[in-house]
């Protein structure tokens, strides 16, 4: 069904939760089980799924839908973990040509999910499940995350790193699929550090070609599941909707 329709009720705007994509048919199943737990959290809302790219159906054919429907406004919040090109740029413009297209539909981006308490607690969830069995040599957790052309973006993602050790007590190191430092790096540091057994800890929504990547950099060392569904992710999307509601209840007044 177009838009991924999974929750078509009118217990106040749509949410439109927009991922970015991915040519791995994966990731499309697990956005799709993450918004599925979004819609159950509040079922008279109608939510659907969109992507930015790589996947169907894209924003404009959703927001399209959304207006076919009927809407008046809805809520659209960005399934991202960084605040950078698509969340600032991208999708603003898309929803511009929209509006121009439906100006009976009133759409307000909401912010992304970003670094929240909460995505850092079901980091750990993650962490904790896949090192169950493991020795009880001290653990080390490279985060591996993206990575971005910005040192000051990349400086940003290694907080997650040290708010995980300071969650967890285990020693922590960031790394990212995509620039440097490396997974092989971060290990190497995590051992000149003293750990015994390593795990990596995807800062990831879905799994995809960069996840694999890191699977084949270190194939011999634990890896945890990407954050996928979880109720941290429906609580901070249904935190972002009101939120974004309420500024635009405060700006209209």
């Given at each position: 069904?177009l ?35 979004i ?38 919040v960005?399934?991202?973990l ?109 051992r ?14 879905a ?12 194939p ?27 500024n ?6």
């Amino acid at each position: 069904m177009l838009g991924r329709e999974v929750g078509t009720g009118r217990g106040g705007p749509a949410l439109i939760a927009v991922a970015h994509g991915s040519r791995d048919p994966r990731s499309a199943a697990t956005m799709a089980a993450v918004v599925g737990g979004i819609a159950a959290g509040r079922p008279g809302v109608d939510v659907r799924l969109a992507f930015l790219d790589l996947n169907a159906p894209s924003v404009e054919q959703v927001v399209d839908a959304v207006a076919a429907q009927g809407h008046t406004q809805a809520v659209v919040v960005p399934l991202l973990l960084g605040n950078a090109f698509h969340a600032r740029v991208d999708l603003p413009g898309l929803l511009a040509a929209a509006h121009a297209r439906h100006p009976q539909l009133q759409l307000t981006q909401a912010d992304v999910l970003g670094a929240d308490s909460r995505l850092i607690g079901a980091l750990r969830d993650r962490v904790e499940a896949a090192s169950l069995g493991a020795s009880s040599n001290r653990l080390g957790v490279a985060v591996a995350a993206v990575g971005s052309s910005s040192s000051a973006a990349n400086a940003r993602t290694a907080e997650v790193a040290r708010r995980l050790a300071e969650l967890t007590g285990h020693l922590t190191e960031i790394c990212f699929a995509t620039t440097e430092p490396t997974l092989p790096q971060a290990i190497s540091r995590l051992r000149t550090r003293g750990a015994g057994n390593i795990l990596v800890a995807p800062w990831f929504l879905a799994p995809g070609l960069l996840t694999d990547r890191l699977l084949s950099a270190a194939p011999d060392v634990i890896h945890a599941n990407v954050i996928g569904p979880h109720s941290a992710l429906t609580d901070i999307a249904w935190n972002r909707y009101d939120a974004a509601l309420a500024n635009t209840l405060t700006l209209s007044a």
